[in-house]
């Protein structure tokens, strides 16, 4: 489908998808498939191509899409498509769903109901503004409410002119400025530039069949230049159209069409560029601002491109009618002379300005100043001069003849300031034209004397005798005129001739070539004159031209295809032509007898004469020969013709001048011995010394048309019809009558008329049946037999009546427009059934296609997943083999210095080490454990033991408050005093010291007793043993900082004190008792030693050793201590180990402590 696609197109929408499942179908849609895909393809190729639109997606891709049919008529999954229902007969009215589409929108979004199933890539990236331009021919047919008929030989109503117009407004509403003929092509100036001119829709363009492409200048050119190639046939395009219609715009986009057509080289290239640079150069001099056109070409054109066996350009030839020299002398207000004269003001340099003795403002010239409008906004004369000296170079015009030229038109422009007096009847230059006749003369290098006498005076030969005779003033400034008239025409002539040179053919065989006619159309003006006659007469002939050729093509065709020729009429302008051309009684030959023939023949003189001549003529008439009704709209001074466009009356005043184009000898022999370049080449000698007198210019225009018929007759026409749509050069305006006016002297209906005679549409057999095949069965998807027999079957299958056909040998005919489109009508309804089966037949595929993807997908990721793990196992195995292998050997040479084969095993074992170190670090300071290190680090791990405990006694110490650092001291004394001294030492290490053991607050009482309010550092219950007879009493022991007090646990009365001062040592046994003995003397009041129990004994005496100074006087008794008495007796207190601790009086009167020993 691709290629078919590309070339048939579908609309090109620029309009973004907006529909978001239509977005999905999009990315969808343009992945790539292959496989099943392809039967698809073929199965709707054909059928979707001519109609699908075309749009670019984001991504670049170009997506075809096409109308999908209605929901309900949709194969969505379980609803299937309708049975076809058997077609209406094809002439039966059958409804289009198309037709009713709104323009809107066609034109800015794609309808719901698009559905997008093709894509490709584009060749190249679309514009905006393509979608409508590149349509194709068939697609249209579906727009044609909007769009109208591409094709006027499809109208219904042809022989209306309204119908005509309206077909005309529509499409130009659309921007679509081209339309057909059959194979002419009818343009309507857009004034404006449109984007369809894009080396895009060049190569759109190019070898597409005429038929499959919208109407564009491009697809004539292309035709042309294919028939050209492919069948040696000359070719010629022929434009017309009134001034402003685009004849020269649209010669100027063949000739760029078919510059890009052929392949390129170096010389083909150069060629074309002297091709393409030829318009510009012609244009300067032979184009001007007029009332209805900035760039008027004020000259007919017809330029040969030729081209060799392959189809490049090898060379080229114009040639060129009737310059309107009148305007180098005159323009009306508001229009300009040349446009050469104006930039050259603009544009050349002071150094050349000077030379030519110019002044840039063009109002200083009298050729320029008439038309008051040397300013034109659309015209940039400056830029224009640049343009044209490059391409003279281009066309290799030398510096001289560069020069030459620019001098002709300076000296044009002083000609024109040349005044003249009076003096008794005759002209002599005036005193301050003298410079100017000076300047002219220096500029076309010629006698300046000789120059002056030429402008005043003339001379006659009669009987060979010279006569020289002045002129009058009025004389003098005709002469002026003529002068620059013929300097400027003649050098125009030269210029084409000089042109000619540069592109004419150089050791090449020609193999065939395509003219284009670049000519005026038919002018009707209010006020019409020699100019108009032989532009109208030019345009009958081509008229002619076009039926004869036309029918002969017509006939031609019938036959090749073998049917019956229908003779069609048609209106025979041949009698027109005629009126004007036939040898002595035709008006050229009558006006060119009136001018020649002695006496005093005038305007007036030659109207009687024509009267007298072709009075009789049916297209012919004059005041005279009218009747009353006629007179009033014809002047005495003119006559009427009736032409095939229309009624056109001509003043003929200035028509003998003008044929006659004099310019006396006197100035001619002026020139003629000028040294100019171009002057001299255009005004020879010889010509002085003929005889017979000049051609007229009548009898020159007709026998260049005739030169120019024969060349036309001699090659295929193509035609281009231009049209303006309104005067005023406004974009988007259509003026009816104006165009109705154009319609009808373009000749346009009867051209239609002409062409519908026969049959209006007619197609290759093969194009009809790919188109419509759908719309049988038995043709549907693809028929196998000749195209021809498909057509046959297809017009039975659709109930085509026998005059509604005709089957040719290469071609079917279509009589009426009304039997295609209902064919066509049918066709766009069942594209929708078709649109649905493919639309499910893409989906299901695209659903096996995507199952089968992820099917080898999920194979690939399993396969490639186990290879991953497998891989990855095989290289940890290996790793652990090297390690394992590593280790050993390290262990077997754990021995030696370190070495490579041993160095891993080494730090392996370090590393072991400090981490078994850090994971058993010991938690406090009495843990003294560490792991055993291995024999290389023992030095470092006493080392880290070391650092590690004095980390830890640091910290200890900056956790330590004050109070327990004095309880630590407290301990430090006790275990001074007591470690391996006293048997229950070791369980008081186990609890803490603290300064109070009482379970309650000291009684106020005991605080009262407390000698000068001393602070009790420590107290505790005690249990104490009377001196005497060993009761066992409850008391509680306060000792202050200088003294020891025993109150009554129960009334808190002071039972006794003992200050440090008098306590001459504290006893206590080793053994594991509780008992202690605080030693005083017995004398004044005091009692005298204490004998105590406490749970807290170590605590108790630690504190009072502490508290009275008194450490050294403690003492650990065995077995047995004794303690005073009062009286001066001792009594004895043993220590002895038993089962059970007791503290009880023995019978001996001792006091016996038991304890249990070691093991408690
Ligand atoms: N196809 C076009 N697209 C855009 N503008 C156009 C087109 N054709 C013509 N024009 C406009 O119309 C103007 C007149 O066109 P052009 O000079 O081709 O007319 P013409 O028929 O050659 O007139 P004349 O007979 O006076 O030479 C152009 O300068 C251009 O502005
Ligand atoms: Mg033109």
Redesign the pocket.
């Known amino acids: 489908m691709g290629s078919a696609a590309g070339k048939h197109g579908g609309s090109i929408s620029p309009s973004p998808v907006s529909q978001d499942n239509n977005k999905t179908n999009i990315d969808d849609a343009t992945e790539k498939v292959d496989g099943p895909i392809d039967d698809v393809r073929d199965k709707f190729d054909d059928t979707f191509s001519n109609d699908s639109e075309v749009i670019k997606s984001d991504t670049g891709t170009v997506i075809f899409v096409s109308p999908a049919p209605e929901p309900n008529k949709m194969t969505n999954g379980s609803k299937k498509p309708k049975k076809r229902a058997p077609l209406p007969p094809a002439n039966a009215p059958v409804t289009n769903p198309n037709n009713r589409t709104s323009t809107k929108d066609k034109v800015t979004k794609l309808p719901s109901n698009y559905q997008i199933f093709r894509t490709h890539p584009s060749p190249k990236p679309l514009k905006r503004g393509d979608r409508l331009s590149i349509q194709t021919m068939e697609s249209a047919l579906t727009a044609r409410d909007r769009v109208g008929v591409q094709d006027f030989v499809l109208l219904e109503n042809y022989t209306s002119e309204n119908a005509f117009i309206e077909n005309l407004r529509k499409r130009f509403s659309e921007k679509l400025?081209y339309t057909y003929i059959g194979s002419v092509l009818v343009?309507v100036?857009?004034?404006?530039?449109?984007n369809i001119?894009t080396p895009y829709h060049q190569e759109k363009y190019q070898g597409v069949n005429f038929y499959e492409m919208p109407p564009h200048?491009y697809a004539i050119s292309d035709n042309a230049y294919r028939s050209m190639r492919n069948e040696y046939r000359d070719q010629c395009i022929l434009i017309s159209?009134?001034?402003?219609?685009?004849?020269?715009?649209?010669?100027k986009?063949i000739l760029q069409y078919l510059s890009i057509c052929s392949s390129n080289n170096e010389k083909v290239e150069y060629i074309k560029s002297r091709l393409l640079q030829s318009n510009p150069v012609l244009e300067a001099f032979g184009?001007a601002k007029?009332h209805?056109?900035?760039?008027?070409?004020?000259f007919g054109k017809y330029m040969d491109i030729q081209f060799d066996y392959r189809g490049a350009p090898i060379g080229g030839h114009i040639l060129n009618y009737l310059l309107e020299k009148s305007r180098v002398v005159h323009q009306a207000q508001g229009e300009r002379n040349f446009h050469i004269f104006y930039q050259l003001l603009e544009g050349a340099d002071d150094e050349l300005m000077s030379r030519m003795r110019l002044k840039r403002n063009p109002d200083n010239y009298h050729y320029l100043a008439q038309g008051k409008c040397a300013k034109v906004s659309?015209i940039n004369d400056k830029n224009d001069f640049l343009t044209i000296k490059k391409a003279l170079k281009v066309l290799s015009f030398s510096d001289e003849q560069v020069t030459a030229l620019f001098y002709i038109v300076a000296s044009v422009l002083h000609l024109g300031n040349i005044n003249f007096t009076d003096s008794g009847g005759r002209a002599n230059i005036a005193k301050e034209s003298m410079a100017d006749v000076q300047t002219v003369a220096a500029l076309l290098d010629c006698e300046a004397a000789q120059l002056e006498k030429a402008l005043t005076h003339r001379t006659i030969e009669a009987n060979r005798e010279k006569m020289c005779s002045p002129l009058n003033v009025d004389q003098a400034v005709y002469a002026r005129d003529a002068l620059a008239k013929a300097v400027y025409g003649r050098m125009f002539d030269w210029l084409v001739h000089t042109i000619n040179e540069s592109l004419s053919v150089q050791n090449q065989v020609r193999r065939s070539l395509i003219g284009l006619l670049?000519i005026?159309?038919f002018e009707i003006f209010q006020k019409n004159s020699f100019e108009q006659f032989c532009i109208n007469y030019c345009n009958e002939k081509l008229q002619q031209l076009f039926i004869e050729l036309t029918l002969k093509q017509e006939q031609e065709e019938y036959r090749a295809e073998g049917i019956a020729w229908e003779p069609v009429e048609y209106f025979n302008n041949k009698i027109i032509c005629d009126l004007v051309e036939e040898r002595h009684k035709g008006i050229i030959d009558i006006m060119d007898e009136e001018c020649l023939r002695p006496g005093d023949p005038t305007d007036q003189t030659f109207l009687k004469k024509l009267e007298e001549t072709v009075g009789e003529h049916p297209h012919f008439i004059t005041h005279a020969l009218g009747d009353s009704k006629l007179r009033k709209t014809i002047q005495y001074d003119e006559f009427r013709m009736i032409h095939y466009a229309g009624d056109v009356t001509y003043g003929v005043e200035g028509f003998l001048d003008k044929n006659n184009d004099l310019l006396f000898r006197d100035l001619k022999e002026t020139m003629s011995e000028a040294s100019n370049t171009v002057i001299k080449n255009t005004f020879l000698k010889s010509e002085l010394t003929k005889l017979k007198r000049p051609e007229t210019v009548g009898t020159q225009f007709r026998s260049s048309l005739n030169k120019l018929m024969e060349i036309l007759m001699s090659k295929e026409p193509s035609y281009v019809r231009?049209i303006?749509p309104n005067d005023t050069?406004q974009p988007d305006r259509f003026e009816e009558t104006l165009v109705r006016h154009q319609v009808k002297y373009l000749g346009l209906m009867e051209n239609l008329r002409v062409r519908r005679a026969g049959f209006a549409y007619r197609r290759t057999h093969d194009v009809f049946v790919k188109r419509y095949k759908s719309l049988c069965p038995d043709t549907w998807p693809h028929y196998r037999g000749s195209a021809k027999d498909g057509v046959q079957t297809l017009c039975q299958y659709l109930q085509y009546k026998e005059d509604e056909y005709r089957v040719g040998k290469t071609k079917i005919f279509i009589r009426f427009p009304k039997t295609l489109f209902a064919t066509e009508d049918a066709f766009q309804l069942r594209k929708h059934e078709l649109a649905a089966l493919m639309q499910a037949t893409w989906r299901g595929f695209r659903q096996w296609k995507l199952f089968h993807r992820m099917r080898n997908a999920v194979t690939t990721i399993s396969s490639q997943w186990k290879r991953v793990q497998a891989q990855r196992l095989k290289e940890k195995r290996k790793k652990a083999v090297d390690v394992v292998r590593k280790f050993i050997i390290g262990f077997i040479n754990r021995g030696k210095p370190r070495c490579p084969e041993n160095a891993n095993f080494l730090d392996y074992v370090r590393i072991s080490y400090l981490h078994r170190c850090r994971d058993k670090l010991p938690k406090n300071v009495l843990d003294k454990s560490w792991p055993t290190p291995p024999a290389a680090l023992t030095e470092t791990a006493e080392l880290l033991q070391r650092l590690n405990m004095q980390n830890m006694t640091r910290r200890y110490v900056k956790r330590t408050t004050p109070e327990k650092k004095r309880a630590m001291e407290e301990k430090v004394v006790a275990s001074e005093l007591f470690r391996d001294k006293k048997e229950s030492y070791e369980d008081s290490l186990k609890r803490p010291f603290t300064d109070k053991r009482l379970t309650e607050p000291m009684k106020p009482k005991m605080m009262a007793m407390i000698e000068g309010g001393e602070k009790v550092a420590y107290s505790c219950h005690v249990t104490k043993y009377d001196r005497h007879g060993y009761h066992a009493r409850e008391r509680v022991l306060a000792i202050t900082s200088k003294s020891s007090y025993l109150f009554d646990s129960k009334d808190g009365k002071l039972k006794q004190k003992i200050g440090h001062d008098i306590l001459t040592g504290i006893s206590i046994s080793n053994l594991s008792d509780d008992l202690f003995v605080l030693h005083a003397p017995v004398e004044n009041k005091e009692k005298g030693d204490m004998i105590v129990r406490s749970e807290y004994s170590i605590e108790a005496v630690t504190k009072i050793a502490i508290l009275s100074g008194k450490k050294s006087e403690v003492r650990i008794v065995t077995k047995n201590l004794a303690h005073e008495m009062a009286g001066g007796k001792q009594g004895q207190i043993e220590f002895i180990v038993g089962p059970e601790p007791s503290i009880t009086k023995a019978k001996s009167g001792n006091l016996i402590v038991v304890s249990t020993g070691r093991s408690r």
């Open positions: 400025i343009s100036n857009p004034y404006r530039p449109l001119y200048v159209g009134e001034s402003g219609s685009g004849k020269t715009e649209a010669s986009y184009n007029t209805r056109n900035d760039n008027s070409s004020r659309s670049d005026y159309g231009c303006k050069k």
